[in-house]
């Protein structure tokens, strides 16, 4: 009876899942769960037109899928910027016994990869994989701690043979995703995939629902742009068209405030606001408007995290090479693990970006953009 007893203890029933509180929360699980690799944007594309839509004053798309929202008529054209593809790969090739190899779409760590959850997006619908991972017992000590190269994984569908993977609806090209289902941790921080970029595809949203409600100085463009991941495409195409004045990223960051961390890598920390990037290895900022961002910032009692961080790169460099030359500048919601199958953000961050965010785009009239963008020396 006591064995029965204790074995009945061990049986742990986990609570159900909350119910999102808010439409914001909702928001953010929904994109964070679409899938949306580069190059496979439509389920993500399908999520931003239905919100911008009763936003806006028209929607357009590039030639590459990126979705333009415009508001305003007059004034300087705003591009406000978020990617909604995500990291993840396709389909290489499929084994005669089964197995799948991927090609990796975007910058992962080999580390991140072995022994995880994986969904394919075949022609009938999504198909469970797994990374495989050679067993502890067989792997020789001198090899134990050694980072095995990504060719050398497979997907795992359970299948035993390449007919059987085909009879699952899976080909070369399909896309493949993180399996990592969003939660909502204690504390208002949200856990879930693809915070690298759906948490600035939320903010995007949620600034152009507040500034069509207040008013706005300019035309302003959100743009959710496609293929960020894989080389700054979708941007480069969106600012073709909408030839900007001035650009806006929206990211998110690098926290550096876990365990094991060298102050070196980056100075953000969850909870302590939007962030600013100085400097990454694709893009410098314009100077007057990141004085200008720090002005809006401390008069509205925001919180600003200004950072530098290399091994980076971000829209705002492929809208900064547009139009003859554009000032442009990078925002970013503070993320732990990015670029992995799970991150972590906090709401509070979240919030105040779109705080910044809107305060500064009601800054950005004919005036205020016409000395950002003259470098005429002083007399």
Known sequence: MRILTAL????VTFPAVATPQDRTER??????????????????????????TPLADKITYDGVGSVIAQHGASGPKVMLDAHMDELGGMVRRVTPTGFLSMQMLGGWL????????????????????????????VVPADERTRVFSRDSLYLDVGARTAAEVAALGISPGDPVVPDSPFVAL???????KAWDDRVGCAVVIEALRRLRASGHPNQLYVAATVQEEVGLRGARTAADLIKPDIGIAIEGGIAGDSPGRSPEETQAVLGGGPGLF??????????????????????????????????????SAAIQATAGGVPTLNLIVPARYTHA??????????????????????????PTVARLRSFAPDR
Not at 186 to 192: D, F, K, Q, S, V
């Open 27 to 52: 928001l953010l699980g929904e994109l964070a769960d679409a899938p949306g690799p580069s190059g496979y944007e439509e389920a993500v594309r399908g999520v931003m037109v239905r919100e911008l």
């Open 341 to 366: 199958h799970n991150g972590i953000i906090d709401r509070m961050d979240f919030d105040r970006t779109v705080n910044l965010v809107v305060a500064l785009i009601q800054r950005l009239d004919a």
């Open 186 to 192: 204690p504390g208002g921080r949200y856990l879930g």
């Open 110 to 137: 080999d580390q991140a990869l072995p022994d995880q959850r994986w969904i394919i997006i075949g022609r009938n619908g999504p198909v469970h994989a797994v990374t495989g991972i050679r067993d502890v017992h």
């Open 8 to 11: 009945a203890a061990l049986c």
């Open 278 to 315: 100085l400097y990454d290895s694709s893009t410098l900022p314009n100077r007057r408007f990141v004085a200008l961002v720090g002005e809006v910032a401390t008069s509205n009692g925001i919180p600003l995290q200004k950072d530098l961080v290399q091994g980076y790169g971000d829209d």
